[in-house]
């Protein structure tokens, strides 16, 4: 609320009608990026929208986090056909002239300068004046906790604080955009949870774009309101955390997404809803997470969460459930839950039992719904 | 009885003390106590008085001081200015492990000759007949042989250039090399040209660097009698040669005072020095 007030105020006090931001902040257009014969970035293209939470999220070696420095301006790119921000192109602008800011994994704070410096620090290079910029660090400082410690030495920080110093800090400059680098990777995992929830709220309260980097899927589902799925320099997958939990249309995406249950099959039959597959001789129903539609003979891939699988019952299979016998072959205590592996026709597969104290028989006929089994082609990575 | 191996043994800060102590307390001490006594007919007597001290400040002993520090102060500021660009090149410019390493390694090779033998070879350089003023002649620059280029304060502030950009350079490698990326990379992204960069992050974190290279360059070259010597010619009379010849005329009393006063006033540059380089590092100067 306080970015939006400023956004009507000059810098001499008059008070403008506000121009209201693009709905489409950031748009990037086939930008590759080369570090000598290494391919970084390879045709990547992505949007972000005014106020929109998005996450980059992919293991180490994907590219998020060269894709973010190119955002910042922090490297420029090799090719890019267009990249816009806020309605200019900054392809060729480096980082100082960009009106983005970035957080950083290890939050990159001035250790010679202490919590009320470092925050005030881009605005002295702005020149504003000593008066008005303590003012704004101050209150950004109280947007953050952290007015108590304004004359904190950094040293003298817990992780969690140097964070919001370093949000605090890239929030004073009303940046268009906040990119932030993997900035909960150095905390620990109760402080994590607890910053996840304060950046979520941060973002709304400022209603400000955020483009997060993180190899997490837990932290992309959890905060993100769209998620751009990364590998090996290219964007494989996008959508909300429910398309992509519930559908990842790829080999990668479903084991990156902790499908651990995956097997090859072929299509049977393919129906208005499910398509039915078969390997080896046991027949399943599953839905079609990929573009396109798969004709009879493919060879697909089929995947689902072992936290789906239950014990089926003694009766008739329900409809759209699918159900194989299986015999124990192991289960691994991890406090909230037991991990069973049960070895079937078509290979082992992993069943999460939620009661952790829970006996487990040798022979089994363990059942999924028929619409949480996806299916994609086999053929893609 | 098991003893983490950082710890050091209690017994160990003894001897460290008791060993500095004999070998660097002892001699300023003997120094000081020394420059108090008086001499008769070339002894020493035990009779304290302060006539050392005037005698000091009323022979031309005092100028000799001023040149001395006039001489290492240029020099150092010389070294300032032309380290931290080559250090700082080094330490964060080149991304090259190859070019970094064979940088530090050609800093090493005026360490492979003597002092000496590297001096002498300017003396062939900036004579009167050397290929300098050959040069400046042909091209019609002077017309005659410029002779202030050897044996003046030209040239042995020329002189100790080469050896003394070692040691300035080493210690503001190291402070550059130890300033994390990330910061300078935070320092662009909000806003900050290289400039405000330089002076605002850079420079305030490598004040120790800074200071290192200023004790290493500027007390060395107080007390070294090669260079002035050999490049000096008899012109530049330095404190090292004043007290060298001081002891040859075996006035012992004299000789410790100048060493006294000597000691005295570095003391104060280097702490002037260090409480304001602290107070830089803190960023609240810069």
Same mark, same amino acid.
């Given at each position: 609320m306080g970015l939006n007030e400023r956004q009507m105020t000059t810098e001499d006090g008059s008070v403008e =009608?506000?121009?209201? +931001? &693009?709905?489409?902040? #950031?748009?990037? *257009? +086939?930008?590759?990026?080369?570090f000598g014969d290494f391919t970084a970035l390879n045709d990547v293209s992505l949007s972000a929208n005014s106020r929109e939470f998005v996450t980059l999220l992919g293991p180490s070696g994907s590219g998020k986090s060269t894709l973010l420095r190119i955002l910042a301006g922090l490297e420029l790119p090799t090719r890019v056909d267009a990249l816009i921000l $806020? @309605?200019? $192109?900054?392809? $060729?602008?480096?980082? *100082? +002239?960009? *009106?983005? =800011?970035?957080?950083f994994q290890h939050y990159g704070l001035f250790p010679h300068l202490n919590v009320l410096e470092n925050v005030e620090y881009g605005l002295r290079v702005r020149k504003v004046a000593k008066a008005e910029r303590r003012q704004r660090a101050l209150r950004m400082l109280e947007q953050v906790q952290l007015a108590d410690f304004a004359h904190r030495n950094?040293?003298? #920080?817990? @992780?969690g604080q140097k964070q919001r110093v370093a949000l605090a800090r890239s929030l004073v400059l009303e940046p268009v955009i906040l990119l932030l680098d993997e900035p909960l990777g150095a905390l620990d995992e109760k402080l994590r949870i607890d910053m996840q929830v304060e950046l979520l709220q941060l973002q709304r309260s400022l209603g400000m774009t955020f483009i997060y980097v993180t190899h997490s899927q837990e932290e992309a589902l959890t905060m993100s309101d769209r998620i751009l799925l990364m590998n090996q320099g290219r964007i494989v997958q996008e959508g909300t955390p429910e398309d992509m939990f519930d559908r990842p249309a790829s080999r990668f995406a479903a084991s990156f997404m902790g499908m651990e249950n995956m097997f090859e099959a072929v299509v049977a039959e393919v129906g208005p809803e499910t398509i039915t597959v078969t390997a080896d001789g046991v027949t399943f129903s599953g839905i079609w997470a990929a573009k396109g539609a798969p004709a009879a003979g493919d060879r697909v891939c089929c995947a689902f969460r072992s936290e789906k699988v239950r014990i089926a019952g003694d009766g008739a299979p329900e409809p759209g459930l699918n159900r194989i016998e299986g015999s124990l072959e192991s289960r691994i205590y991890k406090g909230k839950y037991l991990d069973i592996t049960y070895r079937t026709a078509i290979g082992p597969l992993r069943m999460r039992e939620w009661d952790a104290h829970a006996v487990t028989d040798e022979a089994v006929r363990i059942e999924w719904r028929a619409s949480q089994t996806i299916l994609f082609p086999a053929n893609e990575q | 009885m098991f003893r983490p191996p950082t710890q050091v043994d209690p017994k160990g800060h003894g001897s460290f003390v008791l060993i500095w102590s004999f070998a660097a307390l002892l001699p300023v001490v003997g120094l000081v106590l020394w420059s108090v006594l008086s001499m008769q007919n070339f002894r020493l007597v035990w009779e304290p008085s302060l006539q050392a001290y005037y005698d000091v400040l009323a022979s031309g002993r005092w100028e000799v001081t001023v040149r001395t520090l006039r001489i290492a102060a240029i020099v150092t500021l010389i070294e300032i200015v032309l380290a931290v660009p080559f250090a700082l090149w080094i330490a964060k410019g080149t991304?090259?492990? =190859?070019?970094?390493?064979?940088?530090?390694? #050609? #800093?090493?090779?005026?360490?492979f000759l003597s002092l000496a033998s590297r001096t002498i070879v300017w003396r062939g350089i900036l004579g009167l007949n050397? &290929? !300098? *003023?050959?040069?400046?002649?042909? !091209?019609?620059?002077v017309d005659q042989p410029l002779d202030w280029l050897l044996f003046s304060e030209f040239s042995v502030v020329l002189g100790l250039i080469g050896p003394y950009f070692p040691p300035m350079v080493f210690p503001l490698f190291l402070a550059f090399a130890l300033i994390d990326d990330e910061v300078l990379e935070a320092s662009k992204d909000l806003g900050a040209p290289p400039s405000f960069t330089f002076l605002h992050v850079i420079l305030p974190l490598a004040m120790p660097g800074l200071g290192a290279g200023i004790v290493f360059t500027f007390v060395p070259m107080i007390g070294d009698p090669v260079v002035p010597a050999l490049l000096g010619g008899g012109n530049v009379i330095v404190l090292s040669a004043s007290v060298q010849s001081l002891l040859r005329i075996l006035n012992y009393t004299v000789a410790a005072a100048l060493s006294v006063l000597m000691l005295a006033i570095l003391v104060a540059i280097i702490g002037a020095a260090g409480a304001l380089s602290a107070r830089m590092a803190r960023g609240r100067l810069a």
């Open positions: =009608a506000a121009a209201p +931001r &693009p709905a489409r902040i #950031l748009e990037v *257009n +086939r930008l590759v990026h080369t $806020d @309605g200019h $192109d900054v392809a $060729d602008v480096p980082a *100082n +002239r960009r *009106n983005v =800011a970035t957080v950094i040293a003298k #920080l817990s @992780g | 991304r090259s492990i =190859a070019v970094r390493t064979t940088c530090l390694g #050609l #800093l090493t090779i005026p360490f050397g &290929p !300098l *003023n050959a040069v400046l002649m042909h !091209l019609g620059i």
